[in-house]
């Protein structure tokens, strides 16, 4: 189990999701606007996890260019007193789906096997009040987290066979 605190981040042009996660359980999370965001993360200590934007090969519009603005104001902000890794979405759904054609449903599935239903106000559960973005997030934190105990079993990661470790 890992012991400091996880922060994951889904960036995005204007907002951005991001779940704390302790003891390999979701205890904090939203949804709000960067500006914000950046404020608030100033007094996180422990993992950050910034999903990685990839190029596909395509063009891309202004949006990226501020999200990965973005993605570069945060992992300035944090970088004095996190440890900050990135995990793309190819490596989410690899890790996750065993296929890079999933889907954010698909996702969102294979989130709800490990913690059970989100369930309903009256009988929350883990899940309960994460939606959209919240759950790309989350994911970057299994991955992360999964990867850490195959790695100490010494069991070859999808980040170790995708980067030829």
Same mark, same amino acid.
């Given at each position: 189990?890992? =012991?400091? &605190?996880?922060?994951?981040?889904?960036?995005?042009?204007?907002?951005? $999701?991001?779940?704390? /996660? !302790?003891? =390999?359980? &979701?205890?904090?999370?939203?949804?709000?606007?960067?500006?914000?965001? $950046?404020?608030?993360? /100033? !007094?996180?200590?422990?993992?950050?996890?910034?999903?990685?934007?990839?190029?596909?090969?395509?063009?891309?519009?202004?949006?990226?260019?501020?999200?990965?603005?973005?993605?570069?104001?945060?992992?300035?902000?944090?970088?004095?007193?996190?440890?900050?890794?990135?995990?793309?979405?190819?490596?989410?759904?690899?890790?996750?789906?065993?296929?890079?054609?999933?889907?954010?449903?698909?996702?969102?599935?294979?989130?709800?096997?490990?913690?059970?239903?989100?369930?309903?106000?009256?009988?929350?559960?883990?899940?309960?009040?994460?939606?959209?973005?919240?759950?790309?997030?989350?994911?970057?934190?299994?991955?992360?987290?999964?990867?850490?105990?195959?790695?100490?079993?010494?069991?070859?990661?999808?980040?170790?066979?995708?980067?030829?470790?």
């Amino acid at each position: 189990m890992i =012991e400091r &605190p996880i922060y994951a981040i889904d960036p995005g042009t204007d907002e951005s $999701a991001w779940v704390k /996660i !302790e003891n =390999e359980m &979701p205890v904090e999370f939203a949804i709000e606007k960067n500006y914000d965001l $950046a404020f608030r993360c /100033i !007094e996180w200590k422990g993992v950050v996890l910034i999903e990685k934007i990839e190029s596909f090969g395509m063009r891309v519009g202004e949006s990226v260019f501020k999200t990965v603005w973005w993605t570069g104001r945060f992992h300035q902000i944090l970088s004095g007193g996190c440890e900050i890794e990135y995990i793309s979405r190819r490596e989410v759904k690899m890790h996750l789906l065993n296929s890079t054609r999933g889907t954010d449903k698909m996702i969102r599935d294979s989130l709800i096997e490990r913690y059970g239903q989100p369930g309903i106000k009256s009988s929350p559960g883990a899940l309960y009040g994460l939606k959209s973005h919240l759950y790309s997030a989350l994911a970057l934190g299994v991955v992360y987290i999964e990867q850490k105990k195959l790695e100490k079993l010494n069991i070859p990661t999808i980040k170790s066979v995708m980067v030829g470790r």
